[in-house]
């Protein structure tokens, strides 16, 4: 029996009267990697960004290994610390070389000693090929480049799980595969995962599961192979065949 | 009076000034970068509080303020002209300083704030090691122009009888009957203090630059 880390129920999220998603369930076992797809739009990256409560939830709750996060006397940053999350824009901080934007949070955050956190950020920039890129700071690295140190910066946290959000979205075309190659053997070394993308490839071969959200809701879920050939709706086969082509021509010209 | 010593008198002011300006210009970054991250981070109150002192100070002129500021400071407790007129115009400098440093937390932050809390920093810890070194590092440039301004409206504190460079200036051109040559001497001496300032700050900026490539 596998054993769940991640429980979502009943999660709404409401800007004023514009509901961004309603009553989103979802389940997320140890080592499984989910990947979200839909149209933009469709409240993706705000699931993402209420599970590890940069952005409140209006209703429903979210456990991390049973321990219910919606609850009001949770500490924040020390759930924050269990989530890694990696955005669209990279996010790197900038005054910072790769090796300190790696090392700042063992240091301020796990308050690891010096030569500690400098062994570990290391080892975490070892682990997405950037360990000669070290001490260049982010405008000096190539988007890729800053995707992987943005992936090594929230994994030298240890986290429990990881949120990717449209990591590939902000790259050019050539640059994809090397974030896609981290992100694959992340998955394979038996990370929890958590990819909102629209690379279909990418879901097809590593995902254990494949959540077609549109409007607000999950539509469906299931294997790469249930959405693909035996999907429920229509409108999930349109929806993945229609994103499979226009991606799938930016993939080969990668 | 012979030249030399005439050009000395003035130029001994230079001191009152710089010590002026030495207190007037960090007092308004410190409370300058307070009243920012107040602003921008403090929540809506005190938000609007610091938004109304901030249109106050800067809706008035300085000379005004500094002879309210100096009589509600040497009134209640006895301030010599020199530390009331510095300490005044480190608050007037302050509500400036703020927009300046407003400005610039607003475009660093955002996306920098959501990606320290991300890691699990708290507020405090990301504005202190995320926010503040980016953020001061976009001030200088603007932060150059207030440190001209202060320079200069030092020369406002004359009026509470201070020794400085254009109270000496007055006071010599008085008793020489020389307006042109002791105001002409005073305003070379306040333009090399500010150019001097700026090209600092220049240097100071490329040297804190972030490299990149182009």
Redesign the interface.
Known sequence: MTNTILTVKNLTKKYGRNIVFENISLNVNEGDTIVIIGPSGTGKSTLLRCINLLTKPDAGQIWLDEQEITAKDTDEDQVRQHIGMVFQNFLLFNHLTALENVKLGLLRVKKLDKDAAEAKAMQELERVGLSDRANHYPGQLSGGQQQRVAIARALAMDPRVMLFDEPTSALDPELIGEVLEVMRNLALSGMTMLVVTHEMGFAREVADRIVFMEKGSIVEEGSPDELFYRPKFERTREFLWKITELYGKKEKEA | MDIGKFLQYIASGTAYTLGVVCVALPAGLIFGVIFAIIFVYGGKLLGRFMQFYSTVMRGIPPIVLLFILYFIMSGNINLSPFWAGSISLGIISSAYQMEIVRGAIQSVSG??M?????????KM?AIR??IL??TL?LAIPPWSNEAAIVIKDSSLVYALGVPEILRRAQLISASTQQPFLAYITAAVIYFLLVFITNRLLDRLENRLR????P
């Open positions: 996306g920098q959501m990606a320290a809390r991300a890691i699990g920093m708290s810890q090691y995320i070194p980016q590092r972030i490299p990149s490539n």
